[in-house]
Protein backbone atom coordinates (compact mmCIF):
# COMPACT_ATOMS: atom_id res chain seq x y z
CA UNK A 1 0.00 0.00 0.00
CA UNK A 2 2.68 2.59 0.98
CA UNK A 3 4.59 1.66 -2.48
CA UNK A 4 1.13 2.51 -4.24
CA UNK A 5 0.86 5.77 -2.48
CA UNK A 6 4.36 6.71 -2.68
CA UNK A 7 4.25 6.39 -6.58
CA UNK A 8 0.67 8.30 -7.09
CA UNK A 9 2.65 11.32 -5.44
CA UNK A 10 5.40 10.86 -7.72
CA UNK A 11 2.82 11.26 -10.46
CA UNK A 12 1.03 14.25 -9.11
CA UNK A 13 4.36 15.98 -8.41
CA UNK A 14 5.56 15.07 -12.51
CA UNK A 15 1.80 16.30 -13.57
CA UNK A 16 2.72 19.46 -11.44
CA UNK A 17 5.72 20.02 -13.29
CA UNK A 18 4.41 19.05 -16.56
CA UNK A 19 1.46 21.85 -16.36
CA UNK A 20 4.25 24.35 -15.09
CA UNK A 21 5.92 24.31 -18.40
CA UNK A 22 2.68 24.33 -19.75
CA UNK A 23 2.28 27.70 -18.21
CA UNK A 24 5.74 29.09 -19.62
CA UNK A 25 7.80 27.74 -16.98
CA UNK A 26 10.58 25.20 -17.57
CA UNK A 27 12.95 22.58 -15.66
CA UNK A 28 16.52 24.01 -15.05
CA UNK A 29 19.17 21.12 -16.30
CA UNK A 30 21.21 22.02 -13.14
CA UNK A 31 18.63 21.56 -10.39
CA UNK A 32 15.50 20.94 -9.23
CA UNK A 33 14.22 24.32 -9.18
CA UNK A 34 11.90 25.60 -11.36
CA UNK A 35 13.31 28.71 -13.24
CA UNK A 36 11.12 31.97 -13.71
CA UNK A 37 8.63 32.64 -16.94
CA UNK A 38 10.44 34.57 -19.87
CA UNK A 39 10.75 37.86 -19.88
CA UNK A 40 9.05 40.39 -22.86
CA UNK A 41 12.39 41.83 -23.20
CA UNK A 42 13.51 38.37 -23.99
CA UNK A 43 11.39 37.90 -26.65
CA UNK A 44 11.91 38.54 -30.57
CA UNK A 45 11.36 42.49 -31.82
CA UNK A 46 8.13 42.33 -34.21
CA UNK A 47 8.47 45.68 -36.19
CA UNK A 48 5.31 48.23 -35.78
CA UNK A 49 3.22 48.35 -39.48
CA UNK A 50 3.96 51.38 -41.36
CA UNK A 51 2.40 54.56 -40.39
CA UNK A 52 -0.31 55.55 -42.88
CA UNK A 53 0.22 57.73 -45.38
CA UNK A 54 -0.70 61.32 -44.76
CA UNK A 55 -2.23 63.33 -47.62
CA UNK A 56 -1.81 67.52 -47.93
CA UNK A 57 -4.67 69.23 -49.35
CA UNK A 58 -4.43 72.98 -50.02
CA UNK A 59 -7.69 74.59 -50.38
CA UNK A 60 -9.57 71.90 -48.06
CA UNK A 61 -12.26 73.94 -47.02
CA UNK A 62 -13.45 74.31 -50.30
CA UNK A 63 -15.83 72.49 -52.65
CA UNK A 64 -13.56 70.93 -54.53
CA UNK A 65 -10.95 69.77 -51.38
CA UNK A 66 -13.83 68.83 -48.75
CA UNK A 67 -15.17 65.72 -51.35
CA UNK A 68 -11.13 64.88 -51.29
CA UNK A 69 -10.96 65.25 -47.83
CA UNK A 70 -13.40 62.61 -47.25
CA UNK A 71 -12.66 60.56 -49.72
CA UNK A 72 -9.47 60.28 -47.92
CA UNK A 73 -10.75 60.12 -45.23
CA UNK A 74 -12.92 57.66 -46.40
CA UNK A 75 -10.19 55.81 -47.24
CA UNK A 76 -8.48 55.46 -44.43
CA UNK A 77 -5.81 57.94 -44.69
CA UNK A 78 -4.34 60.36 -42.22
CA UNK A 79 -5.49 64.06 -43.78
CA UNK A 80 -4.29 67.59 -43.19
CA UNK A 81 -5.60 70.74 -44.89
CA UNK A 82 -3.83 73.94 -45.52
CA UNK A 83 -6.00 77.30 -46.18
CA UNK A 84 -6.11 80.67 -45.83
CA UNK A 85 -8.66 80.78 -43.50
CA UNK A 86 -8.14 77.31 -41.58
CA UNK A 87 -10.89 75.08 -40.31
CA UNK A 88 -14.06 76.08 -42.11
CA UNK A 89 -16.98 76.66 -39.89
CA UNK A 90 -19.27 73.47 -41.03
CA UNK A 91 -20.42 70.86 -38.38
CA UNK A 92 -20.16 67.91 -40.24
CA UNK A 93 -18.20 65.02 -38.70
CA UNK A 94 -15.73 64.49 -41.29
CA UNK A 95 -14.31 68.04 -40.47
CA UNK A 96 -13.17 66.81 -37.14
CA UNK A 97 -10.46 64.13 -38.63
CA UNK A 98 -8.65 66.47 -40.66
CA UNK A 99 -5.60 68.55 -39.32
CA UNK A 100 -6.14 72.33 -40.39
CA UNK A 101 -4.07 74.45 -40.80
CA UNK A 102 -4.08 78.24 -41.35
CA UNK A 103 -1.89 79.94 -43.79
CA UNK A 104 -1.14 81.79 -47.16
CA UNK A 105 1.20 80.18 -50.05
CA UNK A 106 1.92 83.84 -50.88
CA UNK A 107 3.29 85.14 -47.48
CA UNK A 108 6.18 83.75 -45.67
CA UNK A 109 7.02 80.20 -44.73
CA UNK A 110 5.11 79.08 -41.53
CA UNK A 111 2.77 77.42 -43.70
CA UNK A 112 5.44 74.94 -44.98
CA UNK A 113 5.16 73.27 -41.31
CA UNK A 114 1.90 71.68 -42.94
CA UNK A 115 4.28 69.70 -44.70
CA UNK A 116 5.49 67.83 -42.09
CA UNK A 117 5.32 64.13 -42.57
CA UNK A 118 3.20 64.36 -45.80
CA UNK A 119 3.33 61.83 -48.08
CA UNK A 120 1.80 63.13 -50.74
CA UNK A 121 -0.07 67.07 -51.69
CA UNK A 122 -3.12 67.77 -53.85
CA UNK A 123 -3.75 70.80 -54.51
CA UNK A 124 -7.42 72.75 -55.41
CA UNK A 125 -6.16 76.15 -54.54
CA UNK A 126 -7.86 78.54 -57.32
CA UNK A 127 -9.49 81.36 -57.44
CA UNK A 128 -11.14 84.46 -60.00
CA UNK A 129 -11.10 88.17 -60.22
CA UNK A 130 -8.53 90.46 -61.80
CA UNK A 131 -5.91 88.86 -64.45
CA UNK A 132 -3.20 89.74 -61.98
CA UNK A 133 -4.94 88.17 -58.98
CA UNK A 134 -5.86 85.47 -61.23
CA UNK A 135 -2.24 84.88 -62.46
CA UNK A 136 -1.06 85.00 -58.34
CA UNK A 137 -3.62 82.21 -57.41
CA UNK A 138 -3.86 79.82 -59.99
CA UNK A 139 -0.04 80.17 -60.69
CA UNK A 140 2.24 81.73 -58.47
CA UNK A 141 0.90 80.17 -55.14
CA UNK A 142 0.60 77.07 -56.37
CA UNK A 143 4.32 77.34 -57.90
CA UNK A 144 5.24 78.25 -54.07
CA UNK A 145 3.46 74.33 -52.80
CA UNK A 146 5.22 72.89 -55.49
CA UNK A 147 8.53 74.05 -54.95
CA UNK A 148 8.45 73.77 -51.23
CA UNK A 149 6.76 69.60 -51.22
CA UNK A 150 10.05 68.92 -53.79
CA UNK A 151 12.42 70.48 -50.99
CA UNK A 152 10.80 68.72 -48.33
CA UNK A 153 11.38 65.34 -50.41
CA UNK A 154 7.40 64.57 -50.91
CA UNK A 155 7.13 62.18 -53.65
CA UNK A 156 3.48 62.96 -55.52
CA UNK A 157 1.63 65.89 -56.72
CA UNK A 158 -1.55 66.06 -57.59
CA UNK A 159 -2.90 69.49 -58.77
CA UNK A 160 -6.21 70.27 -60.23
CA UNK A 161 -6.33 72.35 -63.35
CA UNK A 162 -8.71 73.18 -65.95
CA UNK A 163 -9.55 72.38 -68.70
CA UNK A 164 -9.19 74.47 -71.93
CA UNK A 165 -12.46 76.18 -72.70
CA UNK A 166 -11.61 77.86 -76.55
CA UNK A 167 -12.36 81.64 -76.24
CA UNK A 168 -12.94 81.42 -72.31
CA UNK A 169 -9.39 80.90 -72.03
CA UNK A 170 -8.59 84.62 -73.53
CA UNK A 171 -12.09 86.23 -71.27
CA UNK A 172 -9.92 84.70 -68.54
CA UNK A 173 -6.12 84.66 -69.63
CA UNK A 174 -4.74 85.08 -65.97
CA UNK A 175 -6.65 82.00 -64.54
CA UNK A 176 -5.09 80.37 -67.57
CA UNK A 177 -2.13 81.00 -67.67
CA UNK A 178 -1.62 80.80 -64.03
CA UNK A 179 -2.76 77.26 -64.11
CA UNK A 180 -0.03 75.93 -67.00
CA UNK A 181 2.43 77.79 -65.28
CA UNK A 182 1.49 75.59 -62.01
CA UNK A 183 2.02 72.63 -64.72
CA UNK A 184 4.98 73.45 -66.37
CA UNK A 185 6.64 73.65 -62.78
CA UNK A 186 5.32 70.03 -61.99
CA UNK A 187 7.07 68.74 -65.03
CA UNK A 188 10.17 69.94 -63.67
CA UNK A 189 9.74 69.34 -59.79
CA UNK A 190 8.06 66.31 -60.14
CA UNK A 191 8.66 64.66 -63.69
CA UNK A 192 7.50 60.97 -62.27
CA UNK A 193 5.31 62.42 -59.17
CA UNK A 194 2.82 64.54 -60.99
CA UNK A 195 -0.87 64.08 -61.86
CA UNK A 196 -2.49 66.94 -63.32
CA UNK A 197 -6.62 66.69 -63.59
CA UNK A 198 -7.85 68.87 -66.05
CA UNK A 199 -11.97 69.08 -65.50
CA UNK A 200 -13.79 71.06 -66.96
CA UNK A 201 -17.59 72.36 -64.65
CA UNK A 202 -17.49 70.34 -61.61
CA UNK A 203 -21.10 69.43 -60.36
CA UNK A 204 -21.89 68.35 -57.15
CA UNK A 205 -24.05 69.45 -53.61
CA UNK A 206 -21.88 73.26 -52.92
CA UNK A 207 -22.18 74.99 -49.54
CA UNK A 208 -22.75 78.60 -49.12
CA UNK A 209 -22.53 79.85 -45.86
CA UNK A 210 -25.42 77.78 -44.59
CA UNK A 211 -27.39 77.14 -48.11
CA UNK A 212 -26.87 74.15 -50.58
CA UNK A 213 -26.81 74.19 -53.76
CA UNK A 214 -27.18 71.33 -55.72
CA UNK A 215 -25.41 71.70 -58.95
CA UNK A 216 -25.92 68.36 -59.93
CA UNK A 217 -29.33 69.04 -61.06
CA UNK A 218 -27.74 70.87 -64.25
CA UNK A 219 -24.31 69.39 -64.31
CA UNK A 220 -25.52 65.55 -64.14
CA UNK A 221 -28.15 66.17 -67.05
CA UNK A 222 -25.62 67.99 -69.05
CA UNK A 223 -22.83 65.48 -68.41
CA UNK A 224 -25.25 62.58 -69.84
CA UNK A 225 -25.61 64.32 -73.44
CA UNK A 226 -21.77 65.65 -73.62
CA UNK A 227 -19.93 62.73 -72.76
CA UNK A 228 -20.74 61.26 -76.30
CA UNK A 229 -20.43 64.30 -78.08
CA UNK A 230 -16.07 64.00 -77.79
CA UNK A 231 -16.19 64.30 -81.74
CA UNK A 232 -17.66 67.69 -81.65
CA UNK A 233 -14.88 68.93 -79.16
CA UNK A 234 -12.85 69.61 -82.44
CA UNK A 235 -15.11 71.94 -83.63
CA UNK A 236 -13.30 75.29 -83.73
CA UNK A 237 -13.83 77.95 -80.87
CA UNK A 238 -17.19 76.50 -80.08
CA UNK A 239 -15.71 73.24 -79.48
CA UNK A 240 -14.00 73.06 -76.39
CA UNK A 241 -17.40 74.74 -74.88
CA UNK A 242 -19.18 71.09 -75.14
CA UNK A 243 -16.47 69.67 -72.61
CA UNK A 244 -18.76 67.55 -70.61
CA UNK A 245 -19.27 68.57 -66.74
CA UNK A 246 -17.77 66.02 -64.25
CA UNK A 247 -18.86 64.95 -60.76
CA UNK A 248 -16.81 66.49 -58.01
CA UNK A 249 -17.20 62.69 -56.29
CA UNK A 250 -15.14 61.70 -59.27
CA UNK A 251 -12.58 64.05 -59.55
CA UNK A 252 -11.97 63.27 -55.42
CA UNK A 253 -11.84 59.79 -56.30
CA UNK A 254 -9.40 60.04 -59.34
CA UNK A 255 -7.28 62.50 -57.14
CA UNK A 256 -6.49 60.27 -54.09
CA UNK A 257 -5.90 57.36 -56.13
CA UNK A 258 -3.33 59.83 -57.95
CA UNK A 259 -1.63 60.44 -54.57
CA UNK A 260 -1.91 57.06 -53.24
CA UNK A 261 -1.30 54.34 -55.59
CA UNK A 262 2.24 53.66 -57.12
CA UNK A 263 1.18 52.21 -60.28
CA UNK A 264 -0.64 55.29 -61.41
CA UNK A 265 0.20 56.76 -64.40
CA UNK A 266 2.21 60.69 -64.15
CA UNK A 267 0.23 62.83 -66.40
CA UNK A 268 -2.35 64.74 -67.57
CA UNK A 269 -6.06 63.82 -67.49
CA UNK A 270 -8.69 64.77 -68.95
CA UNK A 271 -11.75 64.88 -68.36
CA UNK A 272 -12.96 61.63 -70.30
CA UNK A 273 -9.60 60.21 -68.37
CA UNK A 274 -11.74 61.00 -65.02
CA UNK A 275 -14.70 59.88 -65.49
CA UNK A 276 -12.71 56.56 -66.78
CA UNK A 277 -10.42 56.40 -63.45
CA UNK A 278 -13.29 56.89 -61.04
CA UNK A 279 -15.17 53.81 -62.21
CA UNK A 280 -12.80 51.03 -62.00
CA UNK A 281 -12.28 49.24 -59.36
CA UNK A 282 -10.70 50.51 -55.89
CA UNK A 283 -7.25 49.89 -56.38
Not at 221 to 244: C, D, F, H, R, W
Request: proline fraction near 6%.
Amino acid sequence: MSRLIHSRLSLSRLSNTWGSIGRGRYLSTESNKIDEPLKVEDAETINPPPAAEKVLVLGGNGFVGSHICKEALDRGLSVASLSRSGKPSIKDQWANKVSWHQGDLLSGDSWKEALNEVTSVISCVGGFGSNTFMYKINGTANINAVRAAAEKGIKRFVYISASDFGVINYLLQGYYEGKRATETELLTKFPYGHVILRPGFIYGTRRVGNMKLPLGVIGSPLEMVLQYAKSLNQIPVIGPLLTPPVDVKAVAKVAIRGAIDPVFPPGIVDVYGIKRYSQQKAF
